[in-house]
């Protein structure tokens, strides 16, 4: 499964022991040069299961627009780590 996702368009950072993976994804389709995006992403230990749903916690965020994709990555990066920081108590 982990070679799925690193072939696919997910992208990883780790963070105080932990995996943070995310993709930008188009809010609508097909594309055009202004289309914005939204993103989804997932913690979880490093080296857990994926596949499995108690492994990992997803977070997304479908409601706020992006205008292009590298906005839509930070963002969820910058989600991610506040996660990771609730996860182990360091909020």
């Known amino acids: 499964m982990r070679d799925?996702?690193?072939?696919?368009?997910?992208?990883?950072?780790?963070f105080k022991g932990?995996?943070?993976w995310v993709?930008?994804?188009l809010?609508?389709?097909?594309?055009?040069?202004?289309?914005?995006?939204h993103y989804g992403g997932y913690v979880c230990h490093l080296g857990?299961?994926?596949?499995?749903a108690d492994q990992r916690t997803?977070?997304?965020?479908?409601?706020?627009?992006?205008?292009?994709?590298?906005?839509?990555?930070k963002a969820a990066y910058a989600e991610g780590r506040g996660l990771?920081?609730?996860l182990i108590g360091d909020d």
Not at 4 to 14: D, G, K, P, Q
Not at 30 to 35: E, K, S
Not at 62 to 71: M, N, R, S, V
């Open 58 to 73: 997803q977070f997304f965020e479908l409601a706020k627009f992006f205008a292009t994709a590298d906005e839509a990555r």
């Open 27 to 37: 809010a609508y389709g097909p594309p055009a040069d202004d289309t914005p995006y």
């Open 4 to 14: 799925i996702l690193e072939n696919a368009m997910w992208e990883r950072a780790n």
């Open 23 to 25: 993709m930008p994804v």
């Open 48 to 52: 857990a299961d994926v596949r499995m």
């Open 18 to 20: 932990f995996e943070v």
């Open 84 to 86: 990771v920081e609730t």
